[in-house]
C-alpha cells in the first residue's frame, strides 16, 4: 500500500471506532519492506474495526490479543478566564494536570 493509501486507512479504521491507529515499519520474509498495523479498540467496537481493516488495506488476516487495561480516573474542568479545558487525571495517590493541546493552539493562531 502507498503512503496515499495507509493515511487514508487510517482514516477509516478510527471512524469505525478504533482508540488509536498505528504503523510500524517491518521486514517480512526475503527482506521485504512492510508496515504492521496496530490498533486498538474496544470490545463493543472489534467486528467494526476489524471489517475497516479488511475493507480498506490490503491485508488478509487479522490476528489480535484480548488485554485488560486500568485507568487513571478522569474529569475535565473549563478555566473562565481563558478558552481552555483542563484535562485531570489520578490512580490513588497520583495526580496529573494538563491542559487541552487543541485549546492552545486555537489561542495561538
Same mark, same amino acid.
Given at each position: 500500500m502507498t503512503g496515499e493509501e495507509l &493515511?487514508?486507512?487510517?482514516? +477509516? #479504521?478510527?471512524? &469505525?471506532?478504533? %482508540?488509536?491507529?498505528?504503523?510500524?515499519? #517491518?521486514?517480512m520474509?526475503?527482506?521485504r519492506p512492510a508496515y504492521k498495523l496496530g490498533v =486498538?479498540? !474496544?470490545?463493543?467496537?472489534?467486528?467494526?474495526v476489524v471489517d475497516a481493516v479488511f475493507r480498506w488495506t490490503s491485508t488478509i488476516g487479522v490476528r489480535y490479543v484480548e488485554l485488560e487495561r #486500568?485507568?487513571?480516573? +478522569?474529569r475535565q474542568e473549563d478555566i473562565?478566564? %481563558?478558552?481552555? +479545558? %483542563?484535562? =485531570? @487525571? @489520578?490512580?490513588?495517590? =497520583?495526580? !496529573?494536570?494538563? %491542559?487541552?493541546f487543541e485549546d492552545i493552539k486555537k489561542l495561538t493562531e
Open positions: &493515511s487514508f486507512a487510517l482514516d +477509516r #479504521i478510527m471512524q &469505525s471506532g478504533a %482508540l488509536d491507529v498505528y504503523f510500524t515499519p #517491518i521486514y520474509k526475503k527482506g =486498538i479498540v !474496544r470490545y463493543d467496537d472489534f467486528e467494526n #486500568i485507568e487513571m480516573e +478522569r473562565k478566564e %481563558l478558552p481552555l +479545558r %483542563l484535562k =485531570i @487525571s @489520578s490512580y490513588k495517590d =497520583i495526580k !496529573r494536570l494538563k %491542559l487541552e
